[in-house]
Structures are given as structure tokens and as C-alpha cells.
């Protein structure tokens, strides 16, 4: 048989033991080291430190690991390998050559890329020095051109996760993948189709970007949302949608205090919610007025789990008068004077 044969059919059923056996055995006879860390895999996994060790040492060498055209790009990725085959890939930003198709179009047609299960394409530059209130620094993203994507991407039959930040994606589309993070810049006015995606993380790049056209593609699967920098008008916009209805659990980082007031207005548009969590808001409110916020949210999601942090709305706690005791403090007789009064440092003059 041929290599491509026998990767195939353990890209075709990464459970069939069979398959790796055999293409272990094939690769051992012509020497090379995959062959021994599909042997070594079953038996780091069941916790021998000395085969871990070894594996380490094995996959030190990423050349021997990837495909020639691969190895012409290694720089510009880190991976993570399973038995010898790459099962993570993270696009280096800082790395030369720039991001270009033929980089993407490397990873995808390895032939040992065909387990590949998390693509990480985050492509930023800062632009400002920090800030001194937040700490943090601005970023930009460029929308960078990596070829068809949504092709090279399609090519992964076991891919599971993908964070794409900017690149141009005009359209995704993909039978497995279960995780996306993303914004509204890479992907605001892509095609999108994603049966089988579960959980959507989404960062909002203006409050005017919205959800673009993500959430207009059907996503049966959907069940949980991360919206950072959310705006209430965002909340607004997912409540109009169907896939609100779906939703189990919902993260929201806002500086918006409206936010929570459009959560409790469209709480009938998420019945299915079991986890809501609010974070960022920054304000000085009056103590009765975070109570009632509270008690609105609280009612209109009865059966969810909410997090807020409610301090952060009224800063300065309330001030509790510390009662202080009318009672005589306890004195012992050796502490009075002849005279009867207190001689408060006689003990400690005496020695006792």
C-alpha cells in the first residue's frame, strides 16, 4: 500500500487501531520517527512519563513532522501534533513571510493535516501605546488575504475550532465545526453556513457593526454566545433573531448600563437560558437603584444563573456605624490603686 492510502483511512476512522498500526509498521521500516510516536501514543496516553518524554523529543524536530511545502512555512505556525499528525495550528503574527494564501494553502494540503481539529488565524497590529485607565492598547485589524478560506478550510473533515480575526473571509462554510471566535470586521459579511456549530464567540468592533450576517444563517446547534464589546443595541438585535430562543448560555462584556435594562425588556425572547453573565459596566449608582436593577433581572430570568458583578455599579459601599458597647470594661483588682482607681499600666509596672 501506499503512504496515501494509509493516511486515509485513518483520516477516514481516527478510532480504527488497525489503521494506525499499520501505517506505524510501514513508517518503521523505512525509518522514520512517526512510526514510533503512533506506537508511543497509546502509551503516553495511559500516563508513562518516559513515553511523554520521548514524544517530546520526537516532535522537537517539526520538519520531519510536515509535508516539504509545509516545512517552507513552518516559521510561520506553531503546531501541535497527535501521533505525528498536526491537530493545531496557530498562525505566528510577528512571523516572516506575512500571512499570504500559500500559507493556509500549506497547512490545508498537508497530508498530515488531515486531523487537524483547531485553526488559529488572529492577525492584529497595536497601534497605540496603553492606556492609562484600562491598561490596554488598541488594536488593528486589517482584513489580510489568505486565498479562499472557506475552500482550504472545508479540506479539514475533523476540524472542531477556528479563531479568525483579520483576515478576509467573504464566506465559511463547514459540516463540523463547533467553535468560532471571531468579529465583526473578519466575518460581518460572510456567507455562512454551520450546521453543526455549538458555541459562537463574537467581538463587536463598533457599536454600528452589529452581528452582520452571522446570525442570519440558519445554526441549529447554537447554544451559547460571547459578545464582547457588546452594546445594548446589539442586545436588541439578537433578541429579533430566531436563535435566541436556542440559546442556553449568554456572556455579555458591555460598558452599557442599557444593556441590562434591554435584557430584562427582551427576556421573552431567551426562554431557554440557564446562564447569563453581564460584565464590564463601570457605574456609580445610587444603592436602592443597583437593588432594583437587580431584582428586575433576577425576575424577569428566574430559572438562570446570573453573574453580575453589582459592585461595580455602586462603588462605595454603604457606611454600617460600628455599635459600640455602654458596658465598663473588665479590670482585674491588681490593676486599681490603693484608692480604688484605675492604674491601667500598674501590672505592666510590676512585671506580672
Known amino acids: 500500500m501506499e503512504a496515501e492510502e494509509l493516511i486515509a483511512a485513518i483520516v477516514a476512522d481516527p478510532e480504527d487501531r488497525a489503521a494506525w498500526m499499520v501505517y506505524a509498521d510501514w513508517l518503521l521500516e523505512r525509518g522514520h520517527p512517526r512510526g514510533e510516536l503512533i506506537q ?3 502509551v503516553a496516553a495511559a ?9 517530546r523529543q520526537l516532535e522537537a524536530d517539526e520538519g520531519v513532522l510536515v509535508s516539504p511545502r509545509l516545512r517552507e512555512r513552518a516559521r510561520q505556525w506553531r503546531f501541535a501534533f497527535d501521533r505525528g499528525f498536526v491537530t493545531l495550528a496557530e498562525f505566528q503574527r510577528h512571523a516572516e513571510p506575512r500571512v499570504d494564501a500559500e500559507a493556509l494553502r500549506a497547512l490545508c494540503a498537508d497530508p498530515h493535516a488531515g486531523l487537524l481539529q483547531t485553526v488559529m488565524l488572529d492577525i492584529f497590529e497595536y497601534l497605540d501605546d496603553e492606556d492609562e485607565v484600562t491598561g490596554t492598547t488598541r ?5 489580510a488575504d489568505v486565498g479562499d478560506l472557506d475552500t482550504e478550510l472545508a479540506r ?4 472542531r475550532e477556528v479563531r479568525l480575526h483579520g483576515v478576509a473571509c467573504t464566506a465559511l462554510a463547514h459540516r463540523s465545526l463547533q467553535h468560532l471566535t471571531t468579529d465583526s470586521i473578519t466575518c460581518a459579511d460572510a456567507r455562512i453556513d454551520l450546521p453543526a456549530l455549538e458555541t459562537l464567540d463574537w467581538h ?12 442570519r444563517a440558519p445554526l441549529p446547534r447554537l447554544r451559547s454566545l460571547g459578545i464582547a464589546r457588546g452594546y445594548a443595541a446589539m442586545v436588541a438585535e439578537l433578541a429579533m433573531h430566531p436563535v435566541a430562543r436556542q440559546l442556553a448560555s449568554l456572556s455579555i462584556q458591555t460598558n452599557e448600563l442599557a ?3 434591554t ?20 457605574e456609580d449608582l445610587e444603592h436602592a437603584e443597583v437593588d432594583r436593577l437587580r431584582e428586575a433581572l433576577t425576575r424577569a430570568y428566574p430559572t438562570t444563573e446570573i453573574y453580575v458583578p453589582w459592585r461595580a455599579l455602586s462603588p462605595d459601599p454603604p457606611e454600617v456605624l460600628e455599635e ?3 458596658a465598663a470594661p473588665e479590670v482585674d483588682d491588681q490593676s486599681r490603686r490603693p484608692d480604688g482607681t484605675l492604674d491601667a499600666i500598674g501590672r505592666w509596672n510590676r512585671g506580672d
Open 40 to 42: 508511543l501514543g497509546p
Open 47 to 55: 500516563g508513562d512519563n518516559a513515553a511523554k518524554w520521548r514524544i
Open 139 to 143: 488594536r488593528a485589524y486589517a482584513r
Open 156 to 159: 479539514l473533515r475533523w476540524l
Open 204 to 215: 463587536a468592533m463598533s457599536a454600528a457593526a452589529g452581528f452582520g450576517t452571522m446570525l
Open 259 to 261: 444593556a441590562i435594562l
Open 263 to 282: 435584557l430584562v425588556e427582551n427576556a421573552a425572547a431567551f426562554p431557554d437560558l440557564r446562564q447569563l453573565s453581564v460584565r464590564g459596566i463601570h
Open 324 to 326: 459600640r458597647s455602654t
